[in-house]
């Protein structure tokens, strides 16, 4: 159904649409000066703040996609359209994608009420090799020695390393993205915390614009400062071709966090050379206004214990609008030294 242009600025009014180079699971990223005299870091944490400083967008700790997905999900991995939320492992969390028919194995079950597919040209997209193979990616606290082996400087470091290279993806249409998600940001809330039971917070919604995919990688991370560690951290990464594919592992000394894929243990991964790892998310990160967020939260309902089908109405409104503020408060101040003032669809 085609809205009036009055309908589309009504709904774009109550919704603000924040275009990040990197989606914004922010609120958990303190600073490292935050950190210090306290318990060491996640080691997702260490990984997402230093390479949010690369500036190909948010790095996802877990790369892969979720094995529970439709298969033709799996063999593809995070695409430009997809719905999600990024989760605080640093995995991201598929619900559903803007550009594929209702009816696609990728939108198999419940979709949200409404949905309609935005229609998308081959154009629309660009598709072009970001990486190189053997090619890397690391905080200034790794210290390259020769080839794929690296030292560990400095308190903290993280590194991601793509044996045979990486794609990047990305909308060139954004405009059609923009106006598609203000019209929908309301029902895919409803949708996320109602239908799919996320619990989600106002802005933790995202529409991926881009995306790097890789078929394999290394990533490693330390914590803690090397010129007072016993044994410092010294790591090589190693790609082996073997008769079921590619095999990667670190080869490692000193406190460091390292994983690889596909790895020899990891035999999922070693079916051909399916580039479906996603290293890095661009999105639009999709925020409701405070009276359309508390109206929504009004209005989900959710199944009461016991009860079979029937549903009873809950008010989360207070708690999750006042959670809600101070996550993005947080959010923006944390980053506003290092990112450019978001563009907002108002």
Not at 1 to 22: D, H, K, P, Y
Not at 42 to 52: A, C, D, G
Not at 174 to 197: D, I, M, P, Q
Not at 291 to 314: A, F, H, Q, R, Y
Request: aromatic share 8%; glycine share 8%; with cysteine.
């Amino acid at each position: 159904m085609v809205q009036s242009l009055t309908s589309v600025r009504a709904n774009r009014a109550n919704t603000i649409l924040c275009e990040f180079l990197c989606a914004p699971h922010w609120p958990h990223l303190i600073s490292s000066d935050q950190e210090r005299g306290s318990a060491p870091p996640p080691s997702n944490t260490v990984y997402e703040r230093q390479l949010l400083q690369k500036r190909h967008g948010f790095p996802l700790w877990i790369p892969q996609p979720n094995g529970h997905l439709p298969k033709s999900y799996v063999d593809k991995g995070v695409s430009v359209g997809d719905v999600g939320i990024i989760t605080p492992e640093g995995a991201f969390d598929y619900l559903f994608n803007i550009c594929l028919p209702a009816e696609h194995p990728n939108n198999a079950g419940l979709l949200p009420e409404g949905f309609v597919p935005l229609l998308t040209q081959h154009k629309d997209i660009s598709e072009f090799p970001e990486h190189t193979s053997d090619s890397y990616l690391s905080s200034p606290s790794f210290q390259k020695l020769s080839g794929l082996l690296f030292q560990g400087t400095g308190s903290e470091g993280a590194l991601l390393t793509m044996p045979q290279g990486a794609l990047h993806e990305d909308i060139r249409n954004l405009t059609k993205f923009r106006e598609y998600a203000a019209l929908h940001a309301h029902s895919w809330y409803k949708f996320a915390n109602g239908v799919c039971g996320r619990e989600i917070e106002n802005g933790e919604l995202h529409l991926v614009t881009g995306c790097d995919k890789a078929s394999s990688w290394g990533i490693a991370t330390f914590s803690g400062d090397q010129t007072m560690a016993e044994e410092p951290v010294q790591l090589e990464f190693v790609a082996e071709d073997t008769p079921n594919g590619c095999v990667c592992f670190w080869q490692h000394s000193g406190n460091v966090d390292v994983k690889a894929c596909p790895s020899p243990f990891d035999h999922s991964a070693q079916q051909g050379h399916m580039r479906n790892q996603c290293t890095f998310i661009r999105s639009h990160t999709i925020s409701l206004s405070e009276g359309e967020w508390i109206k929504l939260m009004n209005s989900i309902t959710v199944m009461s214990p016991g009860e079979g089908s029937d549903t009873s109405s809950i008010d989360r409104t207070s708690n999750i609008s006042s959670r809600s503020k101070s996550t993005l408060k947080r959010l923006f101040s944390s980053f506003s030294a290092l990112y450019p003032p978001p563009s907002r669809l108002l």
